[in-house]
């Protein structure tokens, strides 16, 4: 079946755009995650959806940044005004259950790059 | 809050040799384990889990056994192969009652022939 998706695969947006990320979840799982990967550390947790509730925010770096999944399903993460700092890979990953011991399937990631 | 460290990289190995990768927890109450692995030009996959003291994951020829005693959750091959060359991740869920992964730095492995 089909594995999760994200768009665009690659992102060169200028300092001071906006950007928009999508990820489209495996059907039918509960949970929804976008984590920040900079180059050669390991993914750090931005927010977390249950359906098309937003259950955790805590990770996210500053109001600049925004995620929605409005019909419990697709979900985008949008950045304002973005900065240098936040060139790097963003990844989405779903899993069936709300529950810690279930397994979360991750997307390709959308390489993001600001100049 | 909850932390997962380990071991630096990078890992190089000759092919049939034995692999062990570090990894300690720190975390409140009893979360899950797992160890993911990020092949050259893939996505993160998960590789093995194990949700609770002394279970056992295994997968692919590797092993990790969850010890609560010394918080501990290293992964180990007995010989690996030049496909195996990879970067792979310790991660923890459900430490202080919160679903989302919390990720080691990751270990790069080169295996070579």
């Known amino acids: 079946g089909a594995g999760v998706s994200q768009s665009p695969r690659y992102k060169v947006a200028k300092r001071g755009q906006d950007v928009a990320l999508r990820c489209d979840p495996i059907s039918g799982h509960v949970s929804l995650f976008w984590y920040q990967q900079a180059l050669g550390q390991g993914p750090e947790f931005l927010t977390y959806?249950?359906?098309?509730?937003?259950?955790?925010k805590s990770g996210l770096p500053s109001d600049r940044f925004f995620a929605e999944r409005p019909e419990g399903s697709v979900s985008t993460l949008k950045i304002q005004r973005t900065q240098q700092e936040d060139s790097a890979v963003y990844l989405c990953?779903?899993?069936?259950?709300?529950?810690?011991?279930?397994?979360?399937?991750f997307g390709p990631g959308t390489r993001l790059t600001v100049l | 809050g909850d932390s997962v460290t380990q071991m630096e990289g990078p890992v190089t190995l000759s092919e049939e040799a034995f692999l062990t990768i570090n990894c300690t927890y720190t975390?409140?109450?009893?979360?899950?384990l797992f160890w993911y692995v990020q092949y050259p030009g893939e996505g993160l996959q998960l590789l093995l889990k194990?949700?609770?003291?002394?279970d056992k994951g295994s997968n692919k020829g590797f092993e990790a056994t969850y010890r609560k005693e010394t918080t501990s959750f290293h992964l180990e091959k007995g010989s690996v192969q030049v496909s195996d060359s990879a970067v792979y991740f310790c991660a923890l869920s459900g430490g202080s009652g919160n679903t989302p992964l919390v990720f080691g730095k990751g270990t790069r492995l080169s295996v070579i022939a």
């Open positions: 959806f249950q359906n098309e509730a937003q259950l955790d």
């Open positions: 975390a409140t109450g009893y979360p899950s």
């Open positions: 194990a949700t609770k003291a002394d």
């Open positions: 990953a779903s899993s069936r259950t709300s529950g810690d011991t279930d397994t979360q399937y």
